[in-house]
Every structure is written in C-alpha cells, then in structure tokens.
C-alpha cells in the first residue's frame, strides 16, 4: 500500500498496488470480502469476489428440523416404500 495515507485501512488499495501486488491485492479481497481501490485522480472503486457457484446451496427448508421441531417421529422403511408407491400411482 504504497501511496496511501496513515489513515488508511487494510482493505484500502491503490492502482499502483494492482499493478505490483495483484496476489496481496486479491488475497486481501478473499480474505475481507471486499476492499477499496484509489486511483490518482482520487476516485475509489471497490472490488469483492463472486461467489463460488458449486458452494452454493438450494434454499430447501431442513424437514428433519422441522419434523423435530413438531415432535414427529421418523418414517419406517415400510412408511417411505408405501408413499413412493402411493406418488407413482401403483
């Protein structure tokens, strides 16, 4: 962090930094999730990581927390085998 002031944070970087620490830059994004970069004109853009696609998880409700919650017991074998039957129409 080369050209910043002594007010500056860890997440505050410079053009300059990108050109010359691009590892340390992206590192310090990774690590605080976004981070700010000056350039000489004094305008400031802020850059955070995407999120990874395969960390991403559908939003289905936690059933068994719910079942818990509501003091139902777990299905049997045979319970389970007689639903699916009773969903594929035999």
């Given at each position: 962090?080369?050209?910043?002031s ?5 997440s ?18 990774d690590?605080?999730g ?55 129409g035999?």
């Open positions: 962090m080369s050209d910043m002594a007010s500056s944070t860890a505050d970087f410079t053009v300059r930094d990108l050109n010359r620490q691009l590892a340390r830059v992206l590192e310090a994004c690590r605080l976004i981070i700010r970069i000056r350039s000489r004109k004094g305008r400031t853009y802020e850059l955070r990581p995407q999120p990874d696609p395969k960390d991403e998880k559908p939003g289905y409700p936690d059933f068994a927390a719910r079942r818990k919650a509501m003091g139902m017991p777990k299905m049997t074998r045979l319970q389970r085998e007689t639903l699916d039957r009773l969903i594929a035999e």
